[in-house]
Structures are given as structure tokens and as C-alpha cells.
């Protein structure tokens, strides 16, 4: 996951309109879901390429086209945050129908993570849950306490990490897999949000685990294990050596604040410290240049 600032006028035309708006509040006033479209929340459209939906195309901008949850590039499902017809965990609860059309509650998931097996209609929390919207008294829908930033919604707690809500660093680490298949994510908060929210979305499925070394990992080790190839074959000398792994260690760095890379807060993780990367990166490299090359992320810690 990475913390995703989503404007709230980034809304598409059709959602933010006042037909939304009149149809939303006969969903509230009927509870009846089945009135629910997903021609707002989706707001499908015809191209020469096939079909498009603009809610999709709008989150794809906000969240640089990956999963909101597993950040794997992807064609995403819009997601309800909050499920908008029924909670898993409480089978009295309705649903929080009166956000199928909220802004703050369409977040973008692959199918992997919001549908098979994984995360459906599963939201865990905490605290009190919220099992009806709040109305002013002339009829009208509390619209700021819609928003999954503001209580009555934030008091809940949820298990289920908000990636425009909460920062990774404050719920996640990262550890070799042992059984060798890649990157594992782990929770490291006390109340447990951090591993829920990997246990809900399956963020530790083998595809993932090695995509993040694939993606994160795989070309600073071709590019030193090349570095070492030069050295020895008289190509570079011991400065040159030295020179050019430190620009791959900024590379590594410039990679970690590029939004449109995959697996941001892995990438964060790595380069926020010598323990860091000598946990997550070292393992793959020659145990040979391990030492060297430690030493020179030391030498320009911090990046």
C-alpha cells in the first residue's frame, strides 16, 4: 500500500451531480439496495478499444494504475471500502448502502484482492460500527459524515487498511520469505490493523511475494552483479566500482519516491535504513560483494 491523497473535486461530473444526489437519497429512504447502479459508481462508456468506465479511469489517475491494497499494476475492479450491501462479520448489519456513490469509499483493487477469496465483503473493526446514515433535520444526508476521513466512519476502526486514510509506515515491515518465494509483508501494529488488512486482501499470495522482488529487487542485482563482472575482468577499476554502485544505490532511492512505481512502501522501506536494506536486499546479492556493497549504502546513508 501507499497513502493516496484523492481530491475530493476529483470526483467525475456524474457522481458529484445533484441527479446522484436525488437518487442516492432514495436509496436512503427506501433501503432498497437493489436501486443501488453501478452505471453512477462505475459510469460505464463505449470506445473503439472496448468498454471504459470513467470512475475507473479517474481512481487509475489518482492511484497510478495500480491496486490499491497489493499496488501491482492492474485493470481494477472499483472497490467499496466499506461493502454497500452487506458486512461479512455482522449479518444484521444492511450494508453502508448510503455510500455505494461516496467518493471517499471507491478505491481501486484487483480482482485477486477484492474478489477471489480475498477481501469481498469482509470489514472487520475495532470500535463501534455504524449501521445507518446521519440525516439533518431538513431531510437532507450529512454528507461530511460520509467521508471515510471523518467520524462517525474513522471512530469505527476498521481492520481494513484505508490507503487514503493511513500510512503504511505506521502498520507495515517487510521480511525475506522463508521458504524463498520472494517478499513478505508484515503487520507490526498493536491493535492488529496490519496483519487483518494482509489477511483480508491475501497480501502475502505467492504471485505477490515474488513480484515484489521481481519488480523491486531484480534489476540492482543485475546491474551489481554486472559492476562485479567488470571488475574482475579488468573493464572497471576499484574506484569506478565504487562510483557506479553508489549510483545505483541513488537509483534506488530516486525509484522509492516515484509514485508511479509498483510497491512504493516496500521501495520506502529498503532505503530508510542499513538495517533495512541490509535485511531486505542483501540476501540477494553474491555473498562475496554483500560486505561491499553494505558499505557503500552506509557511506551515503542516509540516501
Not at 91 to 103: A, I, Q, R, S, T
Request: proline share 5%.
Amino acid at each position: 500500500m501507499r497513502f493516496v491523497i484523492k481530491a475530493d473535486n476529483e470526483r467525475t461530473p456524474r457522481l458529484a451531480s445533484d441527479e446522484t444526489y436525488r437518487a442516492l437519497l432514495t436509496i436512503i429512504q427506501t433501503v432498497n439496495k437493489n436501486l443501488i447502479t453501478d452505471a453512477i459508481y462505475r459510469e460505464g462508456y463505449d470506445t473503439p478499444d472496448g468498454k471504459r468506465s470513467r470512475v475507473e479511469d479517474q481512481l487509475a489517475i489518482s492511484y497510478k494504475n495500480k491496486c490499491a491494497y497489493c499496488e501491482r499494476l492492474c485493470k481494477a475492479d472499483i472497490e467499496h471500502y466499506r461493502p454497500k450491501k452487506g458486512v461479512a462479520e455482522d449479518k444484521d448489519h444492511e450494508g453502508y448502502y448510503w455510500l455505494c456513490y461516496e467518493w471517499t469509499n471507491l478505491i481501486p483493487s484487483c480482482i485477486t484482492c477484492n474478489r477471489e477469496g480475498a477481501k469481498h465483503n469482509q470489514f472487520p473493526i475495532l470500535g463501534v460500527r455504524v449501521n445507518a446514515p446521519t440525516m439533518l433535520p431538513d431531510g437532507n444526508l450529512d454528507v461530511t459524515q460520509c467521508r471515510a476521513n471523518n467520524a462517525p466512519l474513522l471512530n469505527e476502526i476498521p481492520f481494513l487498511l484505508h490507503p487514503e486514510v493511513d500510512r503504511p509506515e505506521d502498520y507495515f515491515d517487510f521480511k525475506i520469505d522463508p521458504r524463498g518465494e520472494g517478499i513478505r509483508i508484515l503487520g507490526n501494529d498493536v491493535n492488529g490493523r496490519g496483519n487483518q488488512t494482509i489477511q483480508i486482501c491475501l497480501l502475502n499470495r505467492k504471485e505477490i511475494k515474488l513480484d515484489r522482488v521481481e519488480r523491486v529487487i531484480d534489476d540492482f542485482k543485475v546491474a551489481i552483479q554486472s559492476l562485479f563482472i567488470q571488475l574482475e575482468s579488468g573493464a572497471l577499476s576499484e574506484d569506478q566500482l565504487v562510483e557506479k554502485t553508489i549510483h545505483h544505490l541513488q537509483l534506488l532511492k530516486e525509484y522509492s519516491l516515484s509514485e508511479d512505481k509498483t510497491h512504493t512502501y516496500l521501495r520506502k522501506y529498503i532505503v530508510r535504513s542499513s538495517a533495512n536494506f541490509e535485511k531486505i536486499v542483501l540476501p540477494f546479492l553474491d555473498m562475496k560483494v554483500r560486505k561491499i556493497i553494505l558499505e557503500a549504502f552506509k557511506s551515503i546513508e542516509p540516501l
